[in-house]
């Protein structure tokens, strides 16, 4: 398949794909967090930078990701404490306040990337299939996609503390390949993550799309190299489709 070939079906990732996870604000929020019950505890601009190089190493430990992807609040509790004990403070109960605080001011920034619902009914009113696939705790992504109401857009929803397993496992693919009735050689992976969303999509032989928001680049390391890069989930329809 090429990218001009119109596929049987799509599917999307969702946190950095579909929603906007406000990284700009990441840190800032953090700043405000440790702000917000700091009460001279701790000196906070001592802290933040441990902070960065905490999350930075829990979230690239597979073990440590895959347990806090299914539990974000026991993840955001444990880089505190790790990035605590950097500057040899031990308080469980600052931390899980800080680490409270900062889960409510990233869930409430989350928003729809513009375009991503009007781009997925496009798609779906040119009888192209749709699948939804997110890793992520059961509760937190079904909450997700009940408060933007994304349910009625997707054949299929797949999410991780639902179905056991997550991206990059192959399993998923192949299950949601069968729950729209096609092979990988007939649909499309669109996401932000080149491990999760587009290495194995790409083995298997899906067309691959790799959503660049920030313009980064792909990186020269990069293993996986998608088929195609857009700014915009708007982009991915190529225009004689439309």
């Not at 802290?47 to 960065?52: A, E, F």
């Not at 999350?55 to 992807?69: L, P, T």
């Not at 513009?114 to 781009?119: G, Q």
């Amino acid at each position: 398949m090429t990218m001009t070939d119109q596929p049987q079906a799509i599917f999307f990732d969702l946190d950095g794909t579909l929603l906007d996870p406000s990284d700009a604000t990441l840190e800032a929020d953090w700043r405000a967090s440790c702000e917000a019950y700091g009460d001279g505890t701790f000196d906070v601009d001592r802290l933040l930078p441990h902070l960065h190089e905490v999350r930075i190493g829990f979230w690239k430990d597979a073990e440590r990701s895959r347990r806090g992807r299914a539990d974000l609040m026991w993840a955001r509790g444990a880089i505190v404490r790790d990035a605590f004990a950097k500057i040899d403070l031990t308080d469980n109960n600052l931390a899980a306040r800080i680490a409270s605080d900062y889960f409510e001011r990233r869930d409430a920034a989350i928003t729809l990337f513009p375009s991503a619902v009007e781009t997925v009914e496009r798609v779906r009113a040119m009888g192209i299939r749709t699948a939804l696939i997110t890793n992520g705790g059961a509760v937190g992504q079904r909450g997700k996609v009940e408060r933007f109401a994304l349910a009625p857009y997707f054949d299929c929803i797949v999410i991780e503390g639902e179905f056991g397993v997550g991206k990059p496992d192959e399993r998923v693919f192949h299950h949601a390949l069968a729950s729209v009735g096609c092979t990988a050689e007939s649909a499309w992976m669109v996401g932000d993550n080149l491990e999760a969303d587009i290495a194995t999509p790409h083995r298997l032989g899906m067309h691959t799309i790799w959503l660049d928001a920030d313009a980064r680049g792909l990186p020269a390391s990069a293993a996986a190299r998608p088929h195609r890069i857009v700014r915009s989930i708007a982009e991915l329809m190529p225009p004689r489709l439309g």
